[in-house]
């Protein structure tokens, strides 16, 4: 396979990963029509971060880790499930993910909270693990030039970044934060009930 389509494979692979739906997507929403488009971008960036820090996993070796230590990944599995399930749990009872300014002090605040939940997520969900560990890895075998490696990070960037800035504008949109304000409470628990499901289902499962 050329180098061209080699890259070209991966955008194709990676995009279709970054938009199937899972815990970011659903934080990025939830941050976005609660909070409004700074907050929700500010999700979307620490996901980005977190997608870039697993690149950066992924081109110094240390996947190997998880092969050598699987008990690694199964601490990672089991953390990141609880962490899902938390911050279900409190959508389901109403607490603040992402939080307005008002109930946190200030729009800072709510910013830097948001870009920690987006951080957090990103990190402890072991999709991306086994994304990263997989998927990823089979587009950058041993020997391959440099700005291969640059270029296949940049698709990854380029990727989440489109993808969840667009979700964080689209839903921080004034017509859908209004009618969420009138769905909140049935969202919310919808939104939590996911949530809770993917952690529970990360902490269950054991492959």
């Known amino acids: 396979m050329s180098p061209i389509s080699l890259l070209l494979s991966l955008f194709a692979v990676d995009f279709l990963a970054t938009v199937s739906p899972g815990p970011a ?83 800072a605040t709510s910013v830097s909270r948001s870009l920690r939940n987006g951080l957090l997520v990103g990190l402890t969900n072991p999709k991306a693990v086994v994304y990263f560990s997989s998927i990823f890895t089979l587009f950058l075998k041993p020997g391959l030039p440099l700005w291969l490696d640059i270029g296949a990070v940049a698709i990854v960037a380029f990727d989440c970044t489109v993808w969840y800035g667009l979700v964080g504008v689209l839903f921080s949109r004034a017509r859908v934060r209004r009618l969420y304000d009138r769905l909140q409470r049935w969202v919310e628990r919808l939104a939590g009930a996911v949530m809770v499901g993917f952690g529970l289902r990360l902490v269950l499962t054991r492959d």
Not at 42 to 63: E, N, Q, R, Y
């Open 25 to 107: 997507f659903v934080v990025v929403t939830q941050i976005a029509a609660r909070t409004g488009a700074r907050a929700g971008l500010a999700a979307a960036l620490g996901i980005l971060v977190a997608a870039l820090f697993w690149c950066g996993v992924v081109l110094s070796g240390l996947t190997v880790l998880f092969r050598a230590a699987p008990w690694l990944y199964l601490a990672m599995k089991i953390g990141g499930g609880l962490y899902l399930a938390y911050l279900g749990a409190m959508l389901l009872k109403g607490g603040k993910t992402g939080g307005p300014a008002a109930a946190n002090g200030t729009a």
